[in-house]
Nanobody
Framework: QLQASGGGLVQAGGSLRLSCAAS????????MGWFRRAPGKEREFVTA????????YYADSVKGRFAIFRDNAKSTVYLQMNSLKPEDTAVYYC?????????????????WGQGTQVTVSS
């Protein structure tokens, strides 16, 4: 089970940190990802991080502004979002993949959190 939190309303240029707490399963061995769904759009990949090496993978739209990191001891993955833009407004979802490498493909993730709303005002 994944529980996302930390969303809210922020002005453009501001920052937010999202958290995703995992319970059950062997979190420390999962690849973790963040996706988002903007109003009227499909859910899209944001970033992912492997369980072991820890090297993340980012969508071009967030590269240099967002950072994903994980604390396996707390079974939690974080998304630090800086220099937020109005186009970052979306519901953000965390996801876990039991096996395999980093992936930007929704269907390759096995577990999903409920989503947390991020709204960036201009």
């Amino acid at each position: 089970q994944l529980q996302a939190s930390g969303g809210g309303l922020v002005q453009a240029g501001g920052s937010l940190r999202l958290s995703c707490a995992a319970s059950g399963g062997t979190f420390s061995s999962y690849t973790m990802g963040w996706f988002r769904r903007a109003p009227g759009k499909e859910r899209e990949f944001v970033t992912a991080i492997r369980w072991d090496i820890g090297l993340p993978y980012y969508a071009d739209s967030v590269k240099g502004r967002f950072a994903i990191f994980r604390d396996n001891a707390k079974s939690t993955v974080y998304l630090q979002m800086n220099s937020l833009k109005p186009e970052d407004t979306a519901v953000y979802y965390c996801a876990a993949r039991r096996r395999g490498a980093l992936s930007s493909i929704l269907a390759e993730y096995d577990y999903w959190g409920q989503g947390t709303q991020v709204t960036v005002s201009s």
